[in-house]
């Protein structure tokens, strides 16, 4: 099954993102979030990279980032990662996640496909 990360510079919104997704859509994926550095707000490069080792049973791992620093980082974390094939997807952060929760349900589920569903979240409006 592919596996998820969701980075944040906030920890606690890392965790909450990761639980909604779970609870929402996610069935057995495993949805790691990996959010804040060893001082607070931020994001670790270690810390991600730990996350994406975690999630990976094998299939690969797509990454959920919200902005900035976060981007690099979890390039910078996929770079260093042993033996795991992990993409960024280019998706708002809560909504990607629940998409790409739920795509990992399906067995069809690919690592492309994950991140199809994850950047589909960036035509979503709120209002009409």
Do not use: C, F, W
């Amino acid at each position: 099954m592919i596996g998820l990360v969701v980075v944040s510079h906030s920890a606690k919104a890392a965790e909450g993102i990761a639980e909604v997704a779970a609870q929402m859509g996610g069935g057995n994926a495993r949805i790691v979030p990996a959010g804040g550095d060893e001082d607070g707000i931020g994001t670790s490069p270690d810390r991600i990279r730990e996350g994406i080792e975690e999630a990976d049973d094998g299939d690969g791992v797509v990454v959920l980032v919200d902005l900035g620093s976060a981007v690099m980082n979890a390039e910078l974390a996929i770079e260093t990662a042993m033996d795991s094939e992990a993409v960024i997807a280019d998706a708002p952060v809560l909504e990607g996640t629940l998409n790409a929760a739920v795509e990992t349900t399906s067995k069809k589920a690919t690592l492309d496909s994950v991140v199809e569903r994850a950047e589909d979240a960036r035509d979503y409006r709120k209002l009409n």
